[in-house]
């Protein structure tokens, strides 16, 4: 007789093959040698490259870590953790990667930027904005789409066709 319900197994091994964790829902790719595991308690910890959980505790959900930043999920809304599992952040609507030190995050509808510190760096807020690449974040402010640079100041706009 086959179980009512058998949820995925995976385990981290070896080069050898031999295991060497327990079994997860899930195990995303390592980064820094370090990655997020799904367990049967449909929480999500950091585990190591040897599967021994290395997160305090476990989480609704996690992302992974940018800039020595992660996003952590509680109750549909999210804030910023730091590597030592400290809330840095107030609890967002929804927030993005942190990127050239600087992180994007959501309130009702609304973007901003704010430092390791959980601080806004910049007075203005935005109706949508991505993360920093290259020394600049594309931002949209009504029907304008912009790029702004690290003091928040225009570095170019996009225009129409």
Do not use: W
Request: charge should be negative.
């Amino acid at each position: 007789m086959r179980p009512k319900y058998c949820y995925p197994s995976y385990v981290v091994i070896d080069k050898e093959g031999n295991r060497l964790s327990e079994r997860f829902l899930h195990i995303e790719e390592f980064s820094d040698d370090i990655t997020i595991a799904g367990t049967k308690e449909y929480k999500q910890i950091f585990i190591d490259k040897q599967g021994k959980q290395i997160s305090k505790k476990a989480y609704e959900g996690l992302g992974f870590f940018h800039d020595g930043v992660c996003c952590v999920s509680v109750e549909n809304k999210v804030y910023y953790m730091d590597k030592e599992e400290n809330q840095i952040s107030p609890i967002y609507d929804s927030a993005k990667n942190f990127s050239e030190g600087l992180g994007c995050a959501e309130n009702k509808g609304k973007y901003f930027f704010i430092d390791y510190n959980g601080k806004e760096v910049f007075s203005e807020v935005f109706d949508e904005a991505k993360p920093f690449n290259e020394g600049v974040a594309r931002v949209q402010k009504g029907r304008q789409i912009f790029y702004i640079d690290h003091d928040g100041e225009i570095a170019f706009r996009i225009t129409s066709y």
